[in-house]
């Protein structure tokens, strides 16, 4: 069964500053999507980056940008420039046969300013 | 992008009556969309993938006669809580998959439903 795995419940940090936030997964899959979606506390679910895994190349969206090892089946969340807005619980999320989502367990993100 | 239009955003019910739970999607036309349910910081949990003009796959122990979902349009998908109970009481999240054309590019969500029964 795939699994998703965030090892971090929670993370700190400063304002401007860069963090990085932890996903594996299990999968016997060689196709799949991987996903962060970020929580903010009004609890609307927003799609923050996607990877395919065919691709080799790490996905970036302007301060976001992934870490994708497929063979570690690693797939990490760099924010750049930490802002106050980023705030939010960030969930990792793998697609796999039939479009499901199985999601992490969730990391808390607290930025300080 | 694709927008799923979620209503209502909190409900407050007696317990033992019903509470429907109605999803949009907007200027797309979805026909599958999934229901997930969220304890307080914990973890979305997939219900149910609801497929236009067709029944619904559940998931393993989610009880089919408990929550009842109906996708009878390509925009339209419910969920129905029946005789509700306050162990019912979460937080019921719709979501959809967002094409733009061939293309895809994620899952797109609904605002959430908190659901208290009391």
């Known amino acids: 069964a795939q699994t998703v795995t965030q090892s971090q419940p929670e993370m700190s940090v400063q304002e401007a500053e860069t963090v990085t936030l932890s996903c594996t997964y299990d999968?016997?899959?060689?196709?799949?999507?991987l996903f962060w979606y970020k929580q903010p506390p009004s609890r609307q679910m927003i799609l923050v980056i996607r990877?395919?895994?065919?691709?080799?190349q790490n996905a970036t969206e302007n301060r976001f940008s992934v870490n994708f090892q497929k063979a570690a089946k690693s797939f990490s969340l760099k924010i750049s420039d930490s802002q106050l807005g980023d705030a939010a619980m960030y969930f990792c999320?793998?697609?796999?046969?039939?479009?499901?989502?199985?999601f992490g367990a969730g990391t808390i993100l607290r930025v300080k300013s | 992008g694709a927008v799923v239009s979620q209503h209502p955003s909190w409900v407050i019910c007696k317990s033992g009556t019903s509470v429907k739970i109605e999803c949009r999607s907007l200027?797309?036309?979805?026909?599958?969309m999934f229901w997930y349910r969220q304890f307080p910081k914990q973890s979305l949990m997939l219900m149910a993938t609801s497929n236009e003009g067709s029944k619904a796959t559940y998931e393993q122990g989610v009880e089919k006669d408990k929550f009842l979902i109906n996708h009878a349009s390509l925009t339209l998908s419910t969920l129905t809580v029946t005789s509700a109970h306050p162990e019912d009481s979460s937080f019921y999240i719709c979501?959809?998959?967002?094409?733009?054309?061939?293309?895809?590019?994620?899952?797109?969500f609904g605002s959430g439903t908190r659901l208290t029964v009391v």
């Open positions: 990877q395919e895994a065919y691709k080799q």
């Open positions: 979501s959809a998959r967002d094409y733009r054309g061939e293309v895809f590019f994620g899952y797109t």
């Open positions: 999320a793998y697609r796999y046969y039939g479009n499901k989502l199985v």
């Open positions: 200027d797309f036309q979805a026909t599958t």
């Open positions: 999968t016997s899959e060689s196709d799949y999507y």
